[in-house]
């Protein structure tokens, strides 16, 4: 019996957009579309980064809610992108001196802060006009930042998006953030020390035959660095 191979499914809203998808490959059909190597041989076939992301914003622009099925394809290509420029400095480099961002200098990412690529890649594919692409832009980071800071392969989230398209993308990047904040802390165990009342006690524990059982009367006290001190008055062995 042959096996299904599940397609983002992917509205033709214009030639552009569809082009610049095939550029990322972002078809589970493809057999190496999450291959960073292979992504930036394609990249550098044609534009560059940004010019190619930029042909999304005809599609992105249109968006009329969240989850909306004509942005799939497109939102898994601006995903590889980031990944890609993260993996690449040079490409990381010539993306933040793209003339898109000479007007917006604020929103400008800095060569030295790669780990800015997604947050970046999804302005620039979005765009800069006025306050609705400031909130798809944010939205967009938004859906993908959980799986950005995993280090999530492209491959698993156009996975995840066929099997039940952008709100399951959704719904999983809110299960890897709640279990994030749900992690407990990693306690660190403090130093601690004992201090005897003289030498006299110590020579009595010192006498001790391993194994023996005592009694002591203790008081604790926090010490400089967090260490605590434990000084010891009395002990009887039982």
């Given at each position: ?67 909306h099925d004509h942005v799939r394809g497109s939102t898994v290509a601006v995903y ?52 609705g692409a400031t909130r798809r832009a944010s939205r967009l980071y938004r859906l ?95």
């Open positions: 019996m042959k096996s299904r191979q599940k397609v983002i499914s992917l509205a033709p809203i214009n030639a552009e957009a569809n082009f610049a998808r095939s550029v990322f490959g972002t078809s589970k059909n493809a057999r190496n579309e999450d291959d960073i190597q292979k992504l930036g041989k394609r990249l550098k076939k044609q534009d560059g980064v940004a010019n190619v992301l930029i042909k999304f914003r005809s599609e992105f622009n249109a968006l009329s809610h969240a989850y590889a992108a980031a990944r890609f420029l993260v993996e690449d400095k040079s490409s990381w480099a010539e993306f933040c001196r793209h003339p898109e961002w000479q007007d917006w200098k604020r929103l400008a990412p800095r060569a030295g802060h790669p780990e800015d690529a997604l947050r970046a890649a999804a302005r620039i594919a979005v765009g800069f006009g006025g306050k993908l930042e959980p799986f950005f800071a995993r280090n999530t392969s492209p491959r698993k989230v156009a996975s995840i998006i066929n099997d039940g398209g952008l709100k399951r993308l959704a719904e999983v990047g809110a299960t890897l953030k709640k279990g994030k904040k749900g992690a407990p802390k990693s306690a660190k165990t403090p130093n601690c020390r004992f201090a005897l009342k003289n030498q006299k006690m110590a020579k009595k524990i010192a006498a001790m035959t391993p194994g023996t059982k005592f009694r002591l009367s203790a008081k604790a006290k926090k010490a400089k660095g967090g260490a605590i001190e434990i000084r010891i008055y009395n002990f009887k062995a039982t």
